[in-house]
């Protein structure tokens, strides 16, 4: 089995998103436990001077920052926290992703500031192991001062309460720990506030979102060069010479890509029957090129913040201090998940067109497709369908975090909504991939007319892998299964 060893080493995105899809062993190296151990052994030091005061340690939260609690309470004053803010409503969260949150809040409190015990930590990559993953719900988290209801019920799972995921079964966490032999823990101070603080819900959806937005990209511009060459378009936009003069890196990227597609095809140096083509076919550079800055921002706002600590307050025992701040506030991953959104929904966008242009019956093409216009629709209400999804998409992408809402009688005034962003960048995600689906099957549906011409070879592999799944289409039939069995190849293309 391979390890992923957490040892304070920068840790990227796929790092993380290979670590959790592989299966790999987690550990902590001996310099990260070390480092623990004297983080906290400093907070019990500062702890053990009764005159000492410090938020959510040994006060109350939010708004009741300034009730102290007495000290043979302050394990109870956690154990508190994570059962009252387990609060979580809605769908569940896919266990992939909470697979994610899970390892996200493992690296988080690793970096050792934020005064847990080593033994806590070692416990959290235990359950990891051991692959019971918390069941966690989709909507709570105001996504400031930590997604608290969605962590606390992470956290409920060291308390052996709550619901886990386990040998591909939602149980009891306590079903989960008797079968493995591992034991819940009791909580001490400044614990349960470290598990909820953080923004591990709404950076584990970004982490998923990044590393498969990443892929569908460069994928979007390979259906898209099997759409150009069965509409038989014009190769001349994606000359370099048009690109080197207006050069950004996603334009030149793309064009480029394109370019490389159709080397080779038969199609592309045919005759042209229009001097120019759609702008859905003649700008793909300038528009998927665009969506590659978005991705590229919003990586590294996500690489930053898996290695960041976005607990409060923090705990820095070589400097002999413990600050309260506002790491936990999620606005950073709010505002590159909406625009990562919007991105996403234009590559959407974009492809349907070339749907709708490849089923109107122009240069060649039959109506919708088919061989009997009239008596068989075809691809008809394909179109329909890509359109409904795109459509639902632009309204995923109305911003999460330009919503504010206040909390905790006006101590927490400004919140990011995060969480909302992350929910809703994912359902974007996700049907981008059955429009680009979509895409694949009335591209590769309309080359049928182009034949005996061939294109490319890398584009000819893909028609290859399409037609091992879907026949082309001769007459009428139920086309949600080839869209479905279209869908299913993006995806496997991307994981």
Request: glycine share 6%; hydrophobic share 40%.
């Amino acid at each position: 089995m391979k390890q992923f060893v957490i040892d304070g080493a920068p840790i990227t995105p796929e790092m993380v998103t290979t670590a959790a899809k592989e299966r790999h062993h987690v550990v902590l190296s001996e310099n990260v436990i070390q480092k623990l151990r004297n983080n906290r052994q400093y907070l019990d030091n500062k702890l053990a001077d009764p005159s000492t005061v410090i938020y959510g340690i040994n006060t109350g939260f939010g708004s009741l920052c300034n009730v102290r609690v007495s000290d043979e309470n302050l394990g109870k004053l956690q154990e508190n926290l994570v059962v009252s803010h387990a609060c979580g409503m809605g769908e569940k969260v896919p266990y992939e992703i909470c697979r994610l949150i899970l390892l996200l809040k493992i690296i988080n409190l690793s970096h050792g500031v934020s005064g847990v015990r080593a033994e806590l930590v070692q416990k959290m990559t235990d359950l990891y192991n051991a692959d019971i993953i918390p069941v966690i719900y989709q909507q709570g988290s105001l996504g400031a001062s930590g997604d608290l209801a969605p962590l606390a019920h992470l956290s409920l799972l060291l308390l052996g309460k709550g619901k886990a995921w386990f040998q591909n079964e939602e149980v009891e966490t306590q079903l989960a720990l008797e079968k493995t032999g591992i034991q819940a823990m009791t909580l001490k101070s400044k614990e349960g506030l470290a598990l909820l603080n953080g923004t591990q819900f709404s950076l584990a959806y970004a982490t998923h979102i990044i590393t498969q937005a990443k892929q569908l990209f460069h994928l979007a511009n390979k259906i898209g060069a099997l759409s150009m060459d069965a509409y038989i378009c014009d190769i001349s936009p994606c000359h370099h010479l048009l690109h080197d003069v207006r050069p950004h890196k996603g334009q030149l990227t793309t064009a480029a890509e394109l370019w490389e597609y159709l080397d080779g095809s038969q199609i592309r140096d045919m005759d042209k029957q229009s001097v120019q083509d759609p702008y859905s076919f003649r700008c793909i550079p300038q528009v998927h090129g665009a969506t590659y800055h978005a991705i590229g921002h919003a990586e590294e706002i996500i690489y930053t913040e898996i290695n960041s600590t976005t607990d409060n307050p923090m705990v820095f025992d070589e400097a002999d201090k413990v600050l309260s701040g506002g790491n936990f506030h999620a606005q950073p991953l709010a505002l590159v998940l909406d625009y990562l959104a919007i991105a996403m929904a234009e590559l959407g966008n974009i492809s349907e067109r070339r749907v709708y242009q490849l089923i109107n019956g122009d240069r060649g093409l039959p109506a919708f497709l088919t061989k009997y216009p009239g008596l068989d629709s075809g691809f008809m209400i394909v179109q329909y369908t890509a359109a409904s999804i795109v459509s639902q998409s632009k309204q995923y992408c109305t911003p999460a975090s330009i919503d504010s809402i206040v909390s905790s009688k006006g101590q927490e005034d400004h919140v990011s909504m995060a969480a909302n962003a992350a929910t809703k960048c994912h359902k974007v995600l996700e049907n981008l991939i059955s429009i680009m689906g979509i895409e694949l099957l009335t591209a590769g549906q309309a080359f049928e007319f182009r034949r005996p011409y061939k294109t490319s070879t890398h584009l000819e592999g893909m028609l290859a892998e399409l037609r091992s799944v879907v026949p082309p289409l001769e007459e009428d039939r139920i086309m949600h299964n080839d869209m479905i069995a279209a869908a299913r190849l993006v995806r496997k293309w991307i994981d």
